[in-house]
């Protein structure tokens, strides 16, 4: 079992930057990937990046590619999302999944509570 607890959200002004943390529990944390998804008020929960195991492979929506960045230290049981040039439409809620890759929600079995990341303009 992984418990995920996600932290580092906030109201942050355009063109300003965050780091979310992804936090997990569980001593097979580190065999797993690791998605970053986003909901938005009134839309549907969309993928935002994912990361291998072994932190050697990533992948990011096209929506936020050179801005946000993934990151993991399996020693600290901790996955990032740098988020910089934020922009009003990057407001959402932002959770993390563990367990599955890529871009499809149901590969992953585990989830985080969210975060929220407020971009105002």
């Known amino acids: 079992q992984v418990q995920l607890v996600e932290s580092g959200g906030g109201l942050v002004q355009a063109g300003g930057s965050l780091r979310l943390s992804c936090a997990a529990s569980g001593r097979t944390f580190s065999s797993y990937g690791v998605g970053w998804f986003r909901q938005a008020p009134g839309k549907e929960r969309e993928f935002v990046a994912a990361?291998?195991?072994?932190?050697?492979?990533?992948s990011y929506a096209q929506s936020v590619k050179g801005r946000f960045t993934i990151s993991r230290d399996n020693a600290k049981n901790t996955v990032y999302l740098q988020i910089n040039s934020l922009k009003p439409e990057d407001t959402a809620v932002y959770y993390c999944a563990a367990g599955g890759w890529g871009s499809t929600e149901n590969t992953y079995d585990y989830w985080g509570q969210g975060t929220q990341v407020t971009v105002s303009s």
């Open positions: 990361i291998n195991w072994r932190g050697s492979s990533t």
